[in-house]
């Protein structure tokens, strides 16, 4: 049986992968399916929490007692974030945010002209939530986690961007065949700003889902 460990909290999961558009039939995006997101926002719920999923082009059906906010975009994923973390205990960061974004928006299809080289795609920063949100606590005391992809030096990466992003936990997977990006397993290791190291072995996403909340039970205040 579930504990209710999570009754009376407030959670803010991200899932999914953000759209970029560059016209109005073009966008750039990423391989992130949702799924790790949407099994923390169920196994939250099953705990007790009330939960807002902020999912980013996760074409998942709503998970039962979730309230869902739909996003397209890194810019609206910020602001569907913000507004929802104003009251939360736990702010979990597991949607693939766009680094980078196209600087212009074609309000027409891009046409191919026969005679001309393609242009190239200009790029701009897009913000860094999780490191906004952990350097300014939307809620004091707020649980903050994220999330890495990395394919090398797994957690060497993970130390080093722990303290970049300045998040309390982080969750460091590797990208494989048939874990992480639309897998129904991962595999993963949480970093803690307070120097644990939680190895999640090979199995379910929502195995690793219970023990990120475990260990967010930990530090909530
Ligand atoms: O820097 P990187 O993209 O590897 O960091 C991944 C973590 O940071 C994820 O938790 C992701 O949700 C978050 N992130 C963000 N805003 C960005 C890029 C990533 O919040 N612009």
Redesign the pocket.
């Known amino acids: 049986a579930t504990e209710p460990d999570l009754t009376g909290r407030h959670v803010v999961v ?1 899932a999914g992968g953000t759209r970029e558009p560059l016209d109005p039939v073009r966008f750039l995006g990423n391989r992130s399916s949702g799924k790790q997101g949407y099994a923390l926002a169920r196994t939250a719920a099953a705990r007790g929490a009330r939960v807002t999923l902020i999912a980013a082009n996760t074409g998942l059906p709503d998970p039962a007692g979730v309230d869902v906010v739909p996003v397209g975009t ?1 810019v609206q ?2 602001e569907a ?1 913000l507004k929802a973390a104003s009251d939360a205990d736990a702010v979990v ?7 980078f974004r196209p600087a212009a928006y074609a309000a027409g299809k891009i046409k191919k002209k026969d005679d001309q080289e393609p242009e190239p795609i200009v790029l701009v920063r ?8 952990s350097a300014d606590r939307p809620r004091p005391g707020q649980v903050v ?6 394919t090398d030096d797994v957690l060497a990466n993970g130390r080093t ?1 722990l303290a ?2 300045g ?1 309390d936990l ?1 969750v460091v997977n590797e990208v494989g065949e048939r874990k992480t990006f639309g897998a129904e397993e991962n595999e993963a290791v949480v970093l803690g700003a307070d120097g644990s190291e939680t190895p999640v072995p090979y199995g379910p996403k929502e195995a690793l889902a219970e023990m990120v909340w475990d260990l967010v039970v930990r530090r909530l205040v």
């Open positions: 991200s890194a994923l910020r974030v960061m597991a949607a693939a945010v766009a680094d897009n913000p860094d939530i999780l490191a906004e949100i986690v994220g999330f890495a992809a990395e961007k970049r992003k998040c982080l």
